[in-house]
């Protein structure tokens, strides 16, 4: 018999998920069954090339969600919501969605035992996304509208039947995304002096700012940082200051226009002393292309706008010579958009199958 007690400890060791590592900080009793993919305990890479890049005396991490269980932040919150409906005999869930919110729902809920439904605005999501929500089983429905129309038709229905709403409306959610600032904390040994997110519809970056203001309550922190959010210029309601009737982007993840959590995460640009502001696609597009090419790191559009958006600060002076760390939460994996990348770039050489073909084409 191979002796498997080495490999037995360590996976008794492992990271537990959010709910367990974070049990004491979020509403969750002995009762609550867990329905976890451990997720979270996400990497905070320091920058090598962009922060360094930048004037001033920037020191830059990059908070990589893209590694979660199902690619996104939204596993944070997912496992609190399904655990918590789970617990109160919930069978089934239901949300809108631009395509992570579905494709977490979907793999928690049948994690769960339990049925998901997802309304999606139709042609309008990421492909990997798409077949993550088909793949884990969720009754996916493609509606004839955008991100809004869908949500406005989840609250209906989830006001009227025993169906658990999954989005970021539900506090639970926000009570597990919350645990991403607590993680930035704990990695960095203190706070941030600035936070970066890209908002959508405005759930992550009021969750950051609900954690850091509860990692402060417990004394686990002594200051907060600023929270800084940049939406895409074509779907920037809380930049406008009114909604978007027809928001439009390449970064789908964000292509909101009428955001749930609008008043939530204005007072946590206000109350911290950030700002919100906004980011071209042709800027976004630049910082994912930057991101992967430069710095190894491969997150899709919509989190490239959380750089996009420090690019765009650092240009207008924002930044002084006095030493800052700064955190860009890359929410979600490139692989979730493929085609983005591929459609950008330009497709490979082909070549004969002959060694000289190859030493000519590279000029060897
Ligand atoms: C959901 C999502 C966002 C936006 O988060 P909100 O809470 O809606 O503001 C940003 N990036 C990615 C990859 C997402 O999945």
Redesign the pocket.
Known sequence: MPDTSALQSASCEDWPGIIRAYADLLPVTDQTPIVTLREGDTPLIGSEHIGPSLPGNIRLFFKF??VNPTG???DRGMTMAVSKAKERGVGITMCAS????SAAAAAYSARAGMECIVLIPQGKIAFGKLSQALIHGARTVQVDGNFDDCLRIVREITDSYPIELVN?LNPMRMEG?KTAAFEVCDQLGHPPDIHI???????????YWWGYLQYREVGRIDRLPKMI?FQAAGAAPLVHGEPVRQPETI?T??R?GD?A?WDD?MSAMTDSGGLVDMVTDEQILEAYQLLAAREGVF??P??A?SVAGLLKLAANGYFDDRPVTVVCTL??HGL?DPDTAVNMLQKPDIIPARTEALVELLGL
């Open positions: 969600e893209g996104s932040f939204k631009t395509g992570n919110t970021s995304q997110l890209p908002v959508g519809n405005a759930g992550n970056i009021t969750a959010g970064a993840a964000i909101i955001p959590r995460a997150a899709e919509a989190s706008t929410t979600g979730k």
